[in-house]
């Protein structure tokens, strides 16, 4: 199994800027994609960002696109999610999440994270 654990989150005046952590342990044997989803109130799961196993590909929501950057460090293992130019509409609850595949779709993934809560004041 493998455990995510994101950290980061908090509050933040918009356009300000957050980054968030997701710290992977436990058995990793196969290479994994990771991804990042979230969860306003009221709102459903909504995909944000994903990277391959490689780190050589990258997806983003369109909404995120320019201001928000997804990477991994591999000797830690751990991914992070560098906001920029935060705006209210990206408050939510932030989920890291593992998958054997490369995706957008959250019912692909195997291993999610218990969230980390992120606001965005006006």
């Known amino acids: 199994q493998v455990q995510l654990v994101e950290s980061g989150g908090g509050l933040v005046q918009a356009g300000g800027s957050l980054r968030l952590s997701c710290a992977a342990s436990g058995r990793t044997v196969r290479p994994y994609a990771m991804g990042w989803f979230r969860q306003a109130p009221g709102k459903e799961h909504e995909f944000v960002s994903a990277i391959s196993w490689t780190g050589s590909s990258t997806y983003y929501a369109e909404s995120v696109k320019g201001r928000f950057t997804i990477s991994r460090a591999y000797t830690s293992n751990t991914t992070y999610l560098q906001m920029e130019s935060l705006e209210p509409e990206d408050t939510a609850v932030y989920y890291c999440?593992?998958?054997?595949?490369?995706?957008?779709?959250?019912?692909?993934?195997?291993?999610w994270g218990r969230g980390t809560q992120v606001t965005v004041s006006s």
């Open positions: 999440a593992a998958d054997g595949r490369f995706s957008r779709q959250k019912e692909l993934y195997s291993y």
